[in-house]
């Protein structure tokens, strides 16, 4: 399978725990973007990275979420002391981008559905 | 403000009724827009891009066109194997080019 994989596919955790999730892009796509998709809504940019460096950040994303690419190929997001809102779907999608590439499209993995009791 | 609309929210077709789905957007210098389709519990599958007014796009049973203020998703005599949720998409062409802006989708029910 040569598509964007992410693990787990379901975490269900109690309030105020940690969890971390996994993306593992295509593996030619130097771009990486976490979006966060809640019931009947389409999916909302959280950040994105090319290569290693974090390029943007949403406004959505708190202090208690952070996320890294430390060699450029998978990424993790991880929150810190979750809250009842924090439950939705985490999706991770990955794209070539750069110059002569800005309009390539993203190609979305099937998610982490995290759900907090 | 950035904005993507799509109607209906909702859509039920008998097998072989073709009809079509709008997505209205509002974006600062439109660099593409693109159509996914998600299935539950999936992720989006990637369908269209479409660049500049007038441009169509076609795959199987479904075309997408582009207007400078919204494009629609034409579906020709559907199966009920085209049943999802389909997701309208921007990006503008500044500062934040990476970022793609979505809607809330269309669920299209197609029945047998």
């Known amino acids: 399978d040569t598509g964007v994989s992410q693990d787990p596919r379901h975490k269900i955790t109690k309030r105020g725990q940690n969890v971390t999730f996994r993306c593992d892009p295509i593996?030619?796509?130097?771009?990486l973007y976490w979006y966060r998709q809640t019931l009947g809504q389409g999916p909302e940019f959280l950040t994105y990275?090319?290569?290693?460096?974090?390029?943007?950040k949403s406004r959505l994303l708190s202090d208690r979420f952070s996320a890294e690419r430390p060699k450029g190929s998978f990424s993790t997001l991880e929150i810190q002391r979750t809250e009842q809102g924090d439950s939705a779907m985490y999706l991770c999608?990955?794209?070539?981008?750069?110059?002569?590439?800005?309009?390539?499209?993203?190609?979305f993995g099937d998610g982490t559905r995290l759900s907090i009791l | 403000e950035d904005q993507v609309t799509q109607s209906p929210e909702a859509l039920r077709l008998q097998e072989g009724e073709s009809s079509s789905l709008n997505c209205s957007y509002t974006?600062?210098?439109?660099?593409?827009l693109f159509w996914y389709r998600q299935d539950p519990g999936k992720g989006p599958e990637f369908l269209f891009t479409?660049?500049?007014a007038g441009e169509e796009k076609e795959k199987e049973r479904l075309k997408a066109t582009l207007t400078k203020k919204e494009s629609f998703l034409h579906i020709t005599a559907p199966k009920p194997e085209d049943s999802a949720t389909y997701l309208c998409?921007?990006?503008?062409?500044?500062?934040?080019?990476?970022?793609?802006?979505f809607g809330s989708g269309t669920r299209l029910s197609i029945r047998p």
């Open positions: 999608a990955s794209s070539l981008g750069g110059p002569g590439t800005v309009n390539q499209p993203q190609h």
């Open positions: 593996s030619e796509h130097n771009r």
């Open positions: 990275f090319q290569n290693e460096a974090q390029l943007e």
């Open positions: 974006v600062s210098g439109l660099r593409g």
């Open positions: 479409l660049y500049s």
């Open positions: 998409a921007v990006q503008r062409g500044y500062s934040s080019a990476s970022k793609i802006i």
